[in-house]
């Protein structure tokens, strides 16, 4: 009885494990199909990779477009390869796509100056087109930055008066700003990120405004760091910048509202003034062409 009963014991454990067993190498199967799939990114990845090894673009040069690529908030490796490998696949796709066009077409083909003419500018405005997207949205994200810092930096002003650090207030800032400014609340979460793992603050400080690129966030960093040099009680610090942003916020507010009366002119001219004619002088139009013979 006592052997029947282990050995169904054993039964039992020995058919758990292979079910562990299968489990297990269904799991690797669904890992490695997963590793075997094959995207256009990745694709992309690794011809850039490539491209990268070739070393067309110099040092330099590269990390201006990695700078670039920063402010536009990608920050990966990837996206510097990504760029790289659209950089030089967009021209060539534009270039053959313009080809195929024109051959297909009748007669366009037989004029050989148009058709280069046409392939070449299909192919450099494309060479451009990543530049001018990433302008835009680093242009994009500034916009948001610039609305968003100064109401952060009212936050940071009550969080430092509150008896927070600089680290927990801006903290606090990311936080509450998830919702209403992502970007802002990004950057404010990574600063508060380097200055914790940074030996230096001030370099931490000195990344902050280079990804930023903002006389906004350049005046932010130098008080802060003249208040960690010279030891300045952080909310009146804080303080002093925060009213000379509201001063500077208002100013540009009267500059858009006594611009507003050369703006409306146009308008004003195309479409309500005429109008107007139509409204006072129509009648007058009418009852004159009426009493003619």
């Keep these: 009885m006592l052997r029947f009963e282990r050995r169904k014991r054993l039964i039992r454990v020995l058919g758990r494990h292979q079910e562990d067993r299968r489990a297990w190498g269904r799991t690797e199967a669904r890992s490695r199909k997963r590793k075997r799939h094959w995207s256009p990114l990745k694709a992309i990845a ?12 110099g040092n330099d040069q590269s990390e201006k477009i990695r700078m670039t690529l920063v402010q536009a908030g990608y920050r990966s ?6 760029y790289l490998a659209l950089k030089l696949l967009l021209p060539i796709f534009g270039a053959v796509i313009a080809l195929t066009i024109i051959l297909s ?19 450099l405005i494309l060479s451009y ?16 930055l610039r609305k968003g810092l100064p109401d952060a930096l009212d936050l940071l002003v009550v969080c430092a008066e509150a008896g927070l650090g600089l680290d927990a207030a801006l903290k606090k800032a990311a936080e509450d700003f998830v919702k209403t400014n992502p970007v802002t609340a990004d950057e404010l979460a990574l600063l508060n990120a380097e200055l914790v ?15 930023i690129n903002i006389p906004l966030a350049t005046s932010v960093v130098l008080t802060l760091t003249q208040a960690e040099r010279y030891g300045t009680p952080l ?12 001063r500077e916020r208002l100013t540009a507010a ?8 050369a703006i409306m ?3 004003l001219v195309a479409f309500i003034l005429p109008a107007l004619f139509i409204v006072i002088l129509g009648p007058a139009i009418l009852s004159a062409l009426n009493l003619m013979p």
């Design 77 to 82: 490796r990837e996206a510097f390869i990504i």
């Design 265 to 267: 002119t146009l308008p």
């Design 235 to 246: 909310s009146k610090a804080l303080r002093t910048l925060a009213a000379e942003f509201r």
């Design 105 to 123: 077409s009748e007669g366009l083909g037989e004029n050989l100056l148009y058709s280069f003419v046409g392939v070449a500018g299909t192919a």
């Design 46 to 57: 690794l011809l850039g990779q490539h491209i990268q090894r070739v070393r067309l673009v």
């Design 129 to 144: 087109l990543p530049d001018l997207l990433l302008r835009k949205i680093t242009e994009s994200r500034r916009q948001k």
């Design 197 to 211: 793992f940074y030996q230096s603050r001030e370099e931490a400080l000195a990344n902050f405004s280079k990804r």
């Design 254 to 261: 009267e500059q858009k509202a006594g611009r507003l009366p």
